[in-house]
């Protein structure tokens, strides 16, 4: 068994003992009260008793059948398992009450019981916050019990009336033994706190180094991630790099090759230099749709399953759902008969926006508007976030720009008030249709 685990169970393992202890306390209270009542009555010196006793004593059956009924209600108590909070201060205050009973049924004789209410409350699952207002009314109690002041107005037998019966060394030899009984369970106490507080500090303690393993942990999760997006990334580089050298530089060397051929024999057999030159038209066609095919590869999965209007849909919905920003998106013309790259840079210029506002704003509300005038799409995507007054362009903002760049059209970005996004992309169409990129 682990360091660890005997400070788990050794709180436990006191406060049984403690209720063990209390068991036999008021077992040998009761005892010792039943066997001096009984004697006396056998030796006919109930009169004197009578006399020295402040009132009449509880029957000797009853007094046991009582002090056991509360104890073991007493226990029901501590055995109990509350959740909420007001339930648990009831149980505190039933506890106290009954303990107060016992107190006053032992003749004050004992007060022994208020401390184990305190050990229950200690053991209880309060904050330290509820468990101080739980305690100091129970504290308090205990001074006023065990002060004597109560006697004054409230005087019942006592454990030390019951002793008149027996000569002086017996009755100082039983005085000592529950005087002995009272300061073992006070001890037991003191080492239930003792215990009680090593527990926490080794709880606490423990979490600390799971805490410290988890920062290590994330620290290296981090790495991992890093080292894995680079590979990733390089993979993808790599990957790049075969479609381009197994497309463009298989058909660029084509047409290089059957170029140079052309000029060899222009001039001699100009009939054959147009065959071979339609020849090279046909090798640079298919090389375009090779890097036609290479390109719907990279786009995103939306866009390959939904219609370009239902993806931008469906990502704005998917963001609102996660992050519970309202999104207003307002498009005022139809997105269709767009090319490719043109649905692309659209779609990453909302999702990289929208990114950047989420992640750096953390705005209520983004709205987005589209407007498509004449041959040119306008985007305007706005937040009501923090803003950030100094803008870095980082690898969004840069990665944005340059895709803009490739199709002509230009980006403006104001974080001073919230992220204010425009963007104008001029549209490559034909009367009546989309641009041919043969």
């Known amino acids: 068994m682990s360091v660890f685990e005997i400070n788990v169970t050794s709180p436990e393992r006191v406060w049984k003992t403690m209720k063990h202890l209390n068991a036999l306390i008021l077992l040998y209270i009761t005892v010792i009260s039943y066997h001096a009542i009984m004697g006396m009555a056998r030796s006919n010196s109930a009169g004197l008793f009578l006399r020295t006793i402040p009132r009449l004593p509880m029957e000797s059956v009853r007094f046991m059948a009582v002090v ?3 104890y073991g209600t007493l226990l029901l108590l501590f055995s109990a398992e509350m959740e909420e909070d007001y339930i648990n201060f009831i149980k505190a ?3 106290l009450v009954i303990s107060l009973m016992l107190t006053a049924v032992c003749g004050m004789a004992y007060t022994g019981i208020i401390i184990l209410v305190m050990t229950d409350v200690i053991h209880s699952e309060y904050t330290r916050q509820k468990k101080i207002q739980v305690l100091l009314p129970i504290i308090l109690c205990y001074f006023i019990v065990d002060s004597g002041i109560l006697n004054l107005w ?18 100082g030899i039983l005085q000592s033994i529950l005087n002995i009984l009272e300061l073992v369970n006070v001890v037991m106490f003191i080492v239930f706190l003792i215990v009680t507080l090593r527990y926490q500090m080794d709880e606490t303690a423990r979490i600390m180094r799971l805490n410290e393993e988890l920062t290590e942990a994330n620290i290296m999760l981090e790495d991992y991630s890093k080292k894995s997006a680079e590979m990733a990334q390089t993979q993808e580089r790599n990957r790049l790099a075969r479609e381009i050298h197994d497309t463009i530089g298989h058909v660029l060397t084509g047409i290089v090759t059957g170029l140079e051929a052309c000029l060899l024999i222009l001039d001699v057999k100009p009939e054959l230099a147009r065959t071979q030159i339609e020849a090279i038209q046909e090798t640079a066609r298919q090389g375009m749709k090779d890097v036609r095919s290479s390109v719907r590869a990279l786009r995103p999965d939306a866009l390959l399953r939904l219609q370009f209007n239902e993806a931008i849909e469906k990502m704005i919905d998917d963001m609102c759902r996660s992050t519970g920003i309202l999104f207003e998106y307002i498009c005022e013309d139809s997105l269709s008969n767009l090319a490719a790259d043109e649905e692309d840079v659209i779609y990453r210029i909302l999702q990289e926006s929208i990114t950047n506002s989420v992640r750096h704003g953390h705005p209520t509300r983004i709205n987005i508007r589209i407007e498509r005038h004449d041959k040119q799409i306008l985007i305007r995507i706005e937040d009501n976030g923090v803003g950030c007054k100094e803008l870095h362009r980082g690898f969004g903002l840069t990665h944005m720009q340059e895709r803009l760049n490739m199709l002509g059209g230009s980006m403006t970005v104001d974080g001073s008030g919230g992220f204010i996004v425009k963007a104008t992309i001029p549209l ?4 009546g249709g989309v641009l041919e990129d043969d």
């Open 68 to 70: 056991f009924i509360l």
């Open 93 to 95: 205050a039933m506890e």
């Open 154 to 171: 409230f005087r019942n037998v006592s454990f030390s009336d019951y002793l008149v019966f027996y000569n002086a060394g017996a009755a």
């Open 428 to 431: 490559r169409l034909h009367t």
